[in-house]
């Protein structure tokens, strides 16, 4: 593991980084806000678009941060509005959608990801990203444990919701395991004292998952070790990644003048 050696090597990476994380919770938002209006329950409608607007709230705040550390003069708007699919770097977990046990298990597994490792971020050396990681990790917790419920819920109660369930549980399993590769940038920064590796936020995350499966009566298994590359992180994303971005960004792109 290389430590920095320079102020331009840090600045780089660790703009980089805060694309990374602002892409994550920016993908996330939309597919949540994709359940307005499709939720099992009004009540529900109105908690995942809180949730989607949490994120989204961290989306801008890194992003920008993203943009002041890179200083090529682009915004949290030209960010998230005026890239190609293969400039984000967001995991690909991010970009999954299915039913509602796929989005619940989902978000649980990316939240208590997420929490741990901006539990770490809230010691980070920069100080805007341990403000934005100290807001965070509160309306993370929250997110985490709403989805745990959901999870229980669903995986402890009909014949039907059961193997709805289990299936989306298997299948988040299986795809959680990008979520600790640790791309070259985010070693860096956490030699540095700046960012966090994520593959130390196994243990909280097997922790978490072991207690929810058993809560839920479902089947479960240790997480499988992570890719050696060809993430997100990469730019290398799923099939669904453009059509995603053609909604989210439709608008912009048809009036780029205009002031958001």
């Not at 090597?9 to 359940?35: F, K, N, P």
């Not at 039913?99 to 298990?105: E, L, N, S, W």
Request: charged residues 25%; proline residues 4%.
């Amino acid at each position: 593991m290389t430590s920095l050696t320079s102020e331009s090597v840090e600045s780089a990476d660790l703009a980089a980084y805060c694309l990374m994380l602002g892409d994550d919770a920016l993908i996330m938002s939309h597919r949540l806000q994709e359940w307005c209006a499709r939720a099992p329950e009004i009540e529900e409608e109105v908690a995942l678009a809180n949730i989607a607007l949490d994120l989204l709230g961290q989306a801008r705040l890194l992003l920008t941060r993203a943009g002041e550390a890179e200083g090529a003069g682009r915004d949290e708007d030209r960010l998230a509005f005026f890239r190609e699919a293969a400039e984000f770097r967001n995991v690909r977990f991010t970009e999954t959608t299915g039913d509602f046990a796929v989005t619940m298990t989902g978000l649980l597994v990316f939240a208590t990801w997420r929490l741990a490792v901006f539990g770490g971020l809230t010691r980070s050396r920069d100080a805007g990203l341990a403000a934005v990681a100290k807001k965070a990790v509160k309306e993370l917790a929250y997110h985490r444990d709403h989805a745990a419920q959901w999870v229980v819920r669903l995986g402890d109660g009909t014949d039907v919701s059961h193997r709805r369930a289990q299936l989306a549980w298997d299948s988040a399993l299986g795809d959680a395991a990008e979520l600790l590769h640790a791309h070259p940038v985010e070693l860096r920064m956490a030699a540095a004292g700046i960012g966090v590796d994520p593959a130390t936020a196994r243990p909280e995350l097997e922790q978490v998952l072991a207690q929810v499966a058993a809560a839920a009566t479902l089947r479960h298994r240790p997480l499988p070790e992570p890719p050696r590359g060809g993430t997100g992180r990469y730019g290398e994303h799923s099939a669904a990644m453009p059509a995603l971005l053609g909604e989210l960004q439709s608008v912009a792109r048809a009036h780029p003048e205009a002031t958001w």
